[in-house]
């Protein structure tokens, strides 16, 4: 009789249903791997982005992946929205429509490069360093 299989944590949960997705849909590697990246960032900097805008995000790609998938595997990457979800406590209404949707993402982008460069560049090239970062996250 095999051993019972040690419980996960809820970030080792969804990177092991994401991974069955990949099994399935291997065209949909690069974006799964992007999605493992925002989960770590996500389960790491917790005390870095307390209002979990990563985690947001992350929710919001799972709702609306970029490509085209089964019922079952549509159904996996909803059940580990609602994981992320219910673990960092976040209300429906605190998730964007979109991955890109945050309104509050350029106000935080502005304000850490401001934070992180002031002294060196004049608020004017702060704000056009935001643009383009801002523009960046919108593709």
């Not at 870095?48 to 085209?68: G, K, M, S």
Request: with cysteine; glycine share 2%; net charge neutral.
């Amino acid at each position: 009789m095999a051993a019972p299989r040690p419980k996960l944590s809820p970030s080792q949960e969804l990177m092991a249903r994401v991974l069955r997705i990949v099994r399935a849909c291997p065209d949909a590697a690069s974006e799964v791997l992007e999605l493992i990246t925002l989960v770590s960032q996500v389960e790491a900097a917790t005390a870095v982005d307390p209002r979990y805008r990563d985690a947001r995000r992350v929710i919001a790609r799972l709702r609306n992946p970029l490509w085209e998938m089964g019922p079952a595997d549509r159904d996996s990457l909803l059940r580990a929205a609602e994981t992320i979800r219910r673990v960092c406590h976040l209300k429906e209404d605190d998730i964007p429509a979109s991955p890109i949707a945050d309104a509050g993402e350029r106000v935080r982008v502005e304000e850490r490069l401001a934070a992180a460069l002031s002294g060196e560049f004049s608020a004017a090239q702060i704000a056009r360093v935001t643009g383009v970062v801002a523009a960046a996250l919108q593709e």
